[in-house]
T-cell receptor
């Protein structure tokens, strides 16, 4: 069964450093998303991406964040200058024409 | 602010019982509703989607939607210890082309053997 994959599973970085989180969505899906979940809190929407551009973004997704689909399979989230409060699980999700979103296993980002 | 509310629990049921999980949402234009299961330290796993008023059954799971009351629920029949997890209600809040989901805080379910 096709699934969303994410790398790395755990990323430790120092405050102020740039990180890139990678995702491979399900191959025939068209819509891609990033969510984050701070430990013990809700899953929060960050950004959606369709047809090679951002379609929606939340207030969390400020100028420190960017997304890219550099090739036909990968979908990346970049955080330019990480802060302590960026420590969270980051989930990539994808969907086809239907609305059901399938989540990847997540990347745990720890900012020290 | 458009919200999705769930009782955080914890909810404990004995093995074999029916577990009932509830969710309310604030935005009347919401059209699409989802239940996810999340084991500790893992990602959300889609269990059910429901779009129309009424019941939708899939194996041991039944989702119920009442748009007039802005209420969606999940019933788990014949609960098993492996069902112990946090259950997340998610709503596609906006009508139109926006597809992002708004999640509730989740209900932690424990099924006691």
């Amino acid at each position: 069964e096709p699934e969303v994959t994410q790398t790395p599973s755990h990323q430790v970085t120092q405050m102020g450093q740039e990180v890139i989180l990678r995702c491979v969505p399900i191959s025939n899906h068209l819509y891609f998303y990033w969510y984050r979940q701070i430990l013990g809190q809700k899953v929060e929407f960050l950004v959606s991406f369709y047809n090679n551009e951002i379609s929606e973004k939340s207030e969390i997704f400020d100028d420190q964040f960017s997304v890219e689909r550099p090739d036909g399979s990968n979908f990346t989230l970049k955080i330019r200058s990480t802060k302590l409060e960026d420590s969270a699980m980051y989930f990539c999700a994808s969907t086809g024409e239907a609305y059901e979103q399938y989540f990847g296993p997540g990347t745990r980002l720890t900012v020290t | 602010q458009k919200e999705v509310e769930q009782n955080s629990g914890p909810l404990s049921v004995p093995e074999g019982a029916i577990a009932s999980l509830n969710c309310t949402y604030s935005d009347r234009v919401s059209q699409s509703f989802f239940w996810y299961r999340q084991y500790s330290g893992k990602s959300p796993e889609l269990i059910m989607s429901i779009y129309s008023n009424g019941d939708k059954e899939d194996g041991r799971f039944t989702a119920q939607l009442n748009k007039a009351s802005q209420y969606v629920s999940l019933l788990i029949r014949d609960s098993q210890p492996s069902d112990s997890a946090t259950y997340l209600c998610a709503v596609k809040i906006s009508s139109g082309s926006a597809r992002q989901l708004t999640f509730g805080s989740g209900t932690q379910l424990t099924v006691l053997p």
